[in-house]
Nanobody, 120 residues
Framework: QVQLVESGGGLVQPGGSLRLSCAAS????????MDWYRQAPGKQRELVAG???????SYADSVKGRFAISRDNAKNTVYLQMNSLKPEDTAVYFC??????????????WGQGTQVTVSS
C-alpha cells in the first residue's frame, strides 16, 4: 500500500510564506500526477495546483503568480511554495497522487491534510 504524508502547514501572517511538502512511500512503480487540493470551512474541496511526471504545472486562478508547485521524482515528493499569503488561503491542504503500483494498477491516494492559517 501507498501512503502520502504532508508537512509544512502552520500559522502565518498575511503576506507571509509557507512551503508544503508531500512524500509518497510504499509499493510504487511510478507516479503520474501529483497535486494539491484545499478545503476551507463551508466550502467544497478545490484543486489548487497540479504537476505531471514531465513537470507540466497548472494552477487555480486564485493562486497564479503566488504559488509554485514542483516535484522531486527521485524522492517521490511534491512541494507547494506559497507566497504572498492571504486570509482567504486559510484551509486544510491535501496532497493527492495518481500512482501505478508495483502490481501495475493505478490508484488514487490522499494525504491526511495539513492546516494552513493566514491571520494577523
Amino acid at each position: 500500500q501507498v501512503q502520502l504524508v504532508e508537512s509544512g502547514g502552520g500559522l502565518v501572517q498575511p503576506g507571509g510564506s509557507l512551503r508544503l511538502s508531500c512524500a509518497a512511500s510504499g509499493s510504487i512503480f511510478s507516479i503520474n500526477v501529483m497535486d494539491w487540493y484545499r478545503q476551507a470551512p463551508g466550502k467544497q474541496r478545490e484543486l489548487v495546483a497540479g504537476i505531471t511526471s514531465g513537470g507540466s504545472a497548472s494552477y487555480a486562478d486564485s493562486v497564479k503568480g503566488r504559488f509554485a508547485i514542483s516535484r522531486d521524482n527521485a524522492k517521490n515528493t511534491v512541494y507547494l511554495q506559497m507566497n504572498s499569503l492571504k486570509p482567504e488561503d486559510t484551509a486544510v491542504y491535501f496532497c493527492h497522487a495518481v500512482i501505478l503500483s508495483s502490481s501495475k494498477r493505478y490508484n488514487d491516494y490522499w494525504g491526511q491534510g495539513t492546516q494552513v492559517t493566514v491571520s494577523s
